[in-house]
């Protein structure tokens, strides 16, 4: 079974930044893409960016030119850096992953990271 973990959410200032981080874990796994999500109250999760083993990367609209979506394939870790945020990208973040265990394919998330952006 593979777990992810992700850290670095926190309260922060309009215009400020974060650097969420997420730890994939578990026992004889390989991971094809990573990628963030968020959900803000009251709103379905909505993808936030992406990035393949290869290290393509696809963003959200709203989150171009802002994040970005990184990867440290050989620590089994992905991260998104978020620049000049907005009130609107406050939402729990969700790190999400999927590939390949002896058992079968998988996909999991994490259990959220809030971000909370005051203006």
């Known amino acids: 079974q593979v777990q992810l973990v992700e850290s670095g959410g926190g309260l922060v200032q309009a215009g400020g930044s974060l650097r969420l981080s997420c730890a994939a874990s578990?026992?004889?796994?390989?991971?094809?893409?990573m990628g963030w999500y968020r959900q803000a109250p009251e709103k379905q999760r909505e993808l936030v960016a992406t990035i393949t083993s290869g290290g393509s990367t696809n963003y959200s609209d709203s989150v171009k030119g802002r994040f970005t979506i990184s990867r440290d394939v050989a620590k089994n870790m992905v991260y998104l850096q978020m620049n000049s945020l907005k009130r609107e990208d406050t939402a729990v973040y969700y790190c999400?992953?999927?590939?390949?265990?002896?058992?079968?394919?998988?996909?999991?998330w994490g259990q959220g990271t809030q971000v909370t952006v005051s203006s």
């Open positions: 578990g026992r004889t796994f390989t991971i094809g893409a």
């Open positions: 999400n992953a999927d590939g390949w265990t002896r058992a079968g394919r998988y996909a999991t």
